[in-house]
C-alpha cells in the first residue's frame, strides 16, 4: 500500500531532525544541537497534550501542572542524591538518585497519581468549565512550588550534573540529543498504536458522541480519564527530559504560560496529527532563535501566525504542506 503525504511529511520531519543536529556536530556547533533537542523535548509534551487535546477533544491548559512535577522528580531526586541526603528517612528511608530510568518512572507515577486525581473533578465538567479548572489546578501547583522553600521556592532548583544513562555520557550534547529523539519516537509510536487500538476508537467515539457509547455499554467518562492519564504521563517525562537539558527546574515550568507554549505547539503544527507537535515545537524554537535575537517582541509574529493558523489552516503546519484533511 502507497503511503500517503502525510506519511511521507512526518517521515522527512524525522529525517530532518535527526539530520540537523549530525550536521552541527560535524561543524561543531553545540547550540544547534541543544536547539534540536528542545525541540525533541517540548515535541515530545506535546504529543502527551495531543493525546487529550487532538485525539480525545479535551482542551486541557493545566498541562504545565504535569511537565513540572517531570522537572521537578528529576531535580528533588538528583539534588538529594548528589547532597548525600535522604529524602525521608520515616517510616522507612527513600534516597535521591541520578539514574534516569529511576527518576522517569518516579516522573511517570507521580504526574498520573496527579492527573487522575484532576481528571476524576475536571471530566465531569466540559467546555470552557474544563478549561478553567484544569488551569486552576495547575495554578495550584504552580504557587505550591513557588512556596516550597526546601527546593529553591521562586529561585528554582539547580541539577549541577546531568542525570545518567546507562551507556551514555549524558553531558555530551549529541548524546543527550539521541536519547532524547529515541524518548521521542517511543512517544510518537505509542500514540501512533493507542489511537488505532481499540481504546482509541473508544476515544474517539467518545469525543464524537458520548450518549451513543453509553449505548453500547463504554463509559466515555473512563475512557477520558485514562486517555488524560496517559496525556500527563508522556508530558511528565518530557518534562524530566527538559529540567535534565536545563541541568535547572523552577515553578515557571509549572506556570500557565507552559500551558499555553505546548497548546501553541499543538495547533501550529496540526491538532490530531501524529508529527504535528513535533512540527510545532520546530516552528516556534526556529522563531524564537531568529525574531529573538532582533527584536524583544518577537511574540507578536508568532501570534500572528498562530492567529492565520487558526482561521485559514485548521490541519496546522502538517495539514497545509500535506494537502488533505485528517479524516474524523
Known amino acids: 500500500?502507497?503511503?500517503?503525504?502525510?506519511?511521507?511529511?512526518?517521515?522527512?520531519?524525522?529525517?530532518?531532525?535527526?539530520?540537523?543536529?549530525?550536521?552541527a556536530q560535524i561543524m561543531g556547533e553545540p547550540f544547534i544541537i541543544t536547539l534540536a533537542t528542545k525541540v525533541a523535548i517540548l515535541g515530545m509534551a506535546g504529543v502527551g497534550l495531543n493525546i487529550a487535546l487532538g485525539f480525545g477533544g479535551l482542551v486541557s491548559f493545566g498541562h504545565a501542572a504535569f511537565f513540572g512535577i517531570g522537572g521537578y522528580a528529576a531535580g528533588i531526586l538528583a539534588s538529594h542524591a548528589l547532597n548525600y541526603e535522604p529524602i525521608m528517612t520515616a517510616p522507612f528511608e527513600i534516597n535521591g538518585t541520578t539514574q534516569m530510568i529511576v527518576i522517569w518512572i518516579v516522573a511517570l507515577i507521580a504526574s498520573a497519581l496527579v492527573a487522575l486525581l484532576i481528571g476524576a473533578i475536571t471530566l465531569r465538567t466540559s467546555g470552557v468549565y474544563f478549561i478553567m479548572i484544569t488551569l486552576a489546578?495547575?495554578?495550584?501547583?504552580?504557587?505550591?512550588?513557588?512556596?516550597?522553600?526546601?527546593?529553591?521556592?521562586?529561585?528554582g532548583l539547580s541539577i549541577y550534573v546531568r542525570n545518567s544513562f546507562p551507556g551514555l555520557n549524558t553531558l555530551d550534547p549529541i548524546s543527550f540529543f539521541a536519547l532524547c529523539a529515541a524518548m521521542l519516537g517511543v512517544a510518537i509510536a505509542f500514540s501512533a498504536v493507542l489511537i488505532r487500538s481499540r481504546?482509541?476508537?473508544?476515544?474517539?467515539?467518545?469525543r464524537?458522541?458520548?450518549?451513543?457509547?453509553?449505548a453500547i455499554g463504554i463509559a466515555p467518562f473512563r475512557v477520558r480519564l485514562v486517555a488524560f492519564v496517559i496525556s500527563a504521563m508522556i508530558t511528565a517525562w518530557a518534562g524530566a527530559l527538559y529540567a535534565d537539558l536545563?541541568?535547572?527546574?523552577?515553578?515557571?515550568?509549572?506556570?500557565?504560560?507552559?500551558?499555553?507554549?505546548?497548546?501553541?505547539?499543538?495547533?501550529?503544527?496540526?491538532?490530531?496529527r501524529l508529527f504535528g507537535p513535533v512540527a510545532g515545537a520546530a516552528l516556534y524554537i526556529i522563531l524564537e532563535h531568529l525574531?529573538?535575537?532582533?527584536?524583544?517582541?518577537?511574540q507578536l509574529p508568532l501570534g500572528i501566525l498562530?492567529?492565520?493558523?487558526?482561521l485559514?489552516?485548521?490541519?496546522?503546519?502538517?495539514?497545509?504542506?500535506?494537502?488533505?484533511?485528517?479524516?474524523?
Open 246 to 272: 536545563n541541568r535547572f527546574v523552577s515553578p515557571s515550568m509549572l506556570s500557565w504560560h507552559m500551558s499555553g507554549e505546548i497548546m501553541v505547539f499543538v495547533i501550529l503544527g496540526g491538532v490530531g
Open 1 to 23: 500500500m502507497s503511503m500517503n503525504r502525510e506519511t511521507i511529511l512526518n517521515i522527512v520531519l524525522a529525517a530532518l531532525l535527526i539530520a540537523v543536529p549530525v550536521i
Open 208 to 214: 464524537q458522541n458520548s450518549q451513543r457509547m453509553m
Open 199 to 206: 481504546f482509541g476508537l473508544a476515544l474517539h467515539g467518545a
Open 312 to 328: 485559514f489552516a485548521r490541519g496546522g503546519l502538517i495539514g497545509l504542506l500535506a494537502g488533505e484533511r485528517k479524516h474524523a
Open 137 to 155: 489546578f495547575a495554578q495550584m501547583i504552580y504557587y505550591f512550588a513557588i512556596s516550597w522553600p526546601a527546593y529553591g521556592g521562586e529561585d
Open 291 to 298: 525574531l529573538g535575537g532582533m527584536f524583544e517582541y518577537w
Open 306 to 310: 498562530l492567529l492565520v493558523v487558526v
